[in-house]
């Protein structure tokens, strides 16, 4: 056995050994070990001493100039191609609903173009070794910025799915629609474990535990990334990026960007495993979270920008981190003391590559002149360019042509993926009613199909979909998609079906079913946060109100970000689906609508809660194990083959907001 087959038989074998994920098992999802501290464990690959020697004779050439460049991350539309050369960059990023020239109908070969301009740049600078230029982009459910790429369910309803194995397909996808458009990084997967659904990043999640995000961050990782190979322990994928570092998930009423109030104990075994089991499968990159931590009752909020202890002490320490530590969007600008432009906290702490969208010259600026002053040590400058450059080599792009010429770039159907994300949506749909066992629905009656996410491929899709928000696209901004009515006229035929918004002035008598599809529009972030878990548009109940009761049964799809107190809504429906932000292929829904043509069924329900459901609009926080007693528990879920009727409901008037 060669040399190089050797460290990677090693690294592998390191990798997988470890104790707490099972070598290659993505069939099961094992609880997670219950831990008294962070683990201590040894580096998920052998580093290569010759990489490692060609990295040190790189950073020993460079000017403090061309390493605070490595360091820094603009935003596309605020630097050229000439000024990536001039000032070192090492990466750009393109925010959600940022597009090559600013355009939402950027075509493959406009972002290719944009990506090799960027890549040209970098590899004419004045260095004595050019270094090659990175860019990220937040491909967090297929390639979602891309016009026309397929869009997976959001993480939420992938939680659902209990599937492990999926998230390694679905990582590969993505990783092929990403090398599509010639970007080298994704800023996926999220590892929040979401302790309060008011977050607007809940949807975000995986679940409110951990061992569904510790199993799927393995898996979305090595799918991303491919396994270690090889000397140099390459990663042939994309890069991908855990985040956000540490505990974004947990804030106080779930205010976006706030304080998680926890110990130590509960940080590492409520919040870490996600990320323990991302660091072991390699991962390259982690991004650091915009919230607090404060440990315990007491202790003071630290921002984790400026957490030395956390992300030097434990991710780089103790979990033996060895890639680059990226910051979110300024969040280096929130650290006490600092600003946009300028944050030697952030830098002493151990973030290696600063996201400055916009004010990236005078962040160089302000840093160069922090190093040459003794406020920030050359030594600090120089590990963080050598995880820089340690991770562009593991990703082979020393070697590597320009973007457009590798493989899978410009490929005509390299975004697309439909088959696998309408598996997807199916596995994720969790049957939270089915009285008289109404589904699957015959095909041979009529139905009318009202409620506003029906044919509103926005709702569908949720934020992070075409732009940040999600909320300012229509129908036509995704050419590839099928919406939920499209799919049921797909399956029946467009002489079975009526659409009306609000099913006004309709006599339902006349149809074999109505289906609602009624649920929460796009947001995403903090933009996204509410004040209680009570469904925002009573336009859904009142359309009810006015179908049900008819003697025609009556399915509800949800489509949410989180669980929602929809009980009034529940009450008035004889079947109803939670359906999350199923993404671009509604068909998955009306796969398990509907019996087969001779009656048996297609597919049954086997998506489960990864979220627990409220009782009330004010029953938040309500986690697995915290003694609530939620309407519908973590792991609940209906086949069509339980015949036990769900009882009407207590419905509970909520306040305008909680605590
Ligand atoms: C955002 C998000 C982060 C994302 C980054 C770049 O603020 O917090 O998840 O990757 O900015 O778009």
Redesign the pocket.
């Known amino acids: 056995m060669k040399a190089h087959s050797r460290i990677a038989a090693a690294a592998l074998a390191a990798l997988l050994s470890q104790p707490a994920l099972a070598a290659d098992d993505c069939t099961r999802i094992p609880d997670a070990p219950t831990l008294t501290d962070f683990p201590t464990l040894p580096a998920s690959i052998v580093k290569d001493p010759a990489m490692e020697e060609r990295i040190a004779r790189i950073v020993a050439g460079m000017t403090l100039r061309q390493k605070i460049g490595q360091m820094t991350q603009p935003e596309i539309q605020s630097i050229t191609p000439a000024q990536v050369r001039e000032h070192y960059i090492g990466s750009v990023?393109n925010?959600?609903g940022s597009w090559p020239g600013n355009r939402k109908q950027a075509t493959v070969a406009d972002w290719l173009a944009l990506a090799d301009a960027f890549w040209d740049a970098s590899m004419s600078t004045d260095a004595k070794v050019k270094v090659p230029v990175i860019w990220g982009i937040?491909a967090v459910h297929g390639n979602n910025n891309v016009l026309g790429a397929t869009l997976f369910p959001h993480n939420i309803g992938l939680g659902a799915a209990h599937d492990a194995c999926l998230l390694r397909r679905i990582g590969e996808a993505t990783a092929k629609q990403v090398r599509t458009t010639g970007q080298d990084w994704t800023?996926a997967p999220?590892l929040a474990v979401v302790r309060d659904d008011r977050w607007g990043r809940s949807y975000e999640g995986y679940s409110e535990l951990p061992s569904i995000t510790r199993a799927y961050a393995r898996e979305i990782v090595l799918g991303l990334q491919g396994t270690p190979q090889g000397a140099s322990a390459k990663v042939p994928g994309v890069l991908a990026t855990a985040?956000?570092f540490l505990g974004d998930g947990g804030t106080e009423r779930g205010i976006d960007q706030g304080i998680t109030r926890a110990s130590r104990a509960e940080l590492a075994n409520i919040h870490a495993p996600g990320h323990i089991a991302a660091v072991q499968a390699g991962v390259q990159t982690v991004?650091v979270s915009?919230s607090s931590w404060a440990d315990g009752a007491s202790g003071k909020p630290i921002k984790m920008h400026g957490n030395e202890s956390l992300i030097t002490g434990v991710l780089k320490g103790r979990l033996g981190f060895d890639g680059l530590v990226v910051s979110?969007?300024n969040g280096h600008g929130q650290v006490p003391g600092c600003d946009d432009a300028s944050c030697a906290a952030a830098v002493n702490a151990g973030i290696d590559v600063f996201?400055v969208p916009q004010k990236w010259r005078q962040f160089i600026d302000n840093t160069v002149s922090q190093v040459e002053k003794g406020t920030i040590p050359m030594s600090r400058i120089d590990d963080a360019v050598t995880r820089i450059l340690r991770v562009k080599m593991r990703a082979g792009l020393f070697d590597a042509p320009k973007p457009s010429q590798r493989a899978g770039a410009g490929k005509a159907d390299g975004l697309q993926d439909r088959d696998l994300a309408r598996q997807a949506v199916r596995e994720s749909l969790v049957l939270l009613k089915n009285n008289g066992r109404v589904l699957p629905l015959a095909r041979d009656k009529k139905v009318l199909v009202v409620g506003r996410s029906a044919d509103n491929l926005p709702n569908q899709t949720g934020g992070w979909s075409i732009t940040w928000q999600g909320n300012e696209n229509t129908n036509a901004d995704f050419p590839n998609a099928t919406s939920v009515l499209a799919g049921i006229r797909q399956a029946l035929g467009d002489d079975k079906v009526v659409y009306d918004l609000s099913g006004r002035g309709i006599d339902v008598s006349q149809f074999g079913a109505v289906i609602a599809v009624i649920g929460e529009g796009a947001y995403a972030?903090g933009k996204g946060d509410v004040p209680t878990l009570a469904n925002p548009f009573e336009s859904d109940l009142s359309l009810l109100k006015r179908v049900s009761g008819k003697g025609v049964p009556v399915v509800t799809v949800l489509m949410s970000g989180r669980p929602l107190y929809v009980t009034p809504e529940i009450n008035r429906s004889d079947a109803f689906i939670a359906a999350w932000l199923p993404g671009t292929e509604g068909q998955g829904i009306a796969d398990l609508l509907f019996r087969k043509a001779d009656g048996s069924v297609a597919y049954d329900f086997t998506g489960r809660l990864s979220y627990s459901w409220p009782k009330s609009a004010c029953q938040t926080p309500v986690n697995h194990g915290d003694g609530k007693s939620p309407l519908f528990a973590y792991g609940y879920g209906l086949t069509v083959k339980d015949a036990k009727d769900l009882a009407p409901l207590d419905e509970v008037a909520g306040p305008a907001s909680c605590d």
Do not use: Q, S, V
Request: aromatic share 22%; hydrophobic share 45%.
């Open positions: 990023l925010g959600g937040d800023f999220t985040k956000h991004m915009f979110d969007w996201m972030e």
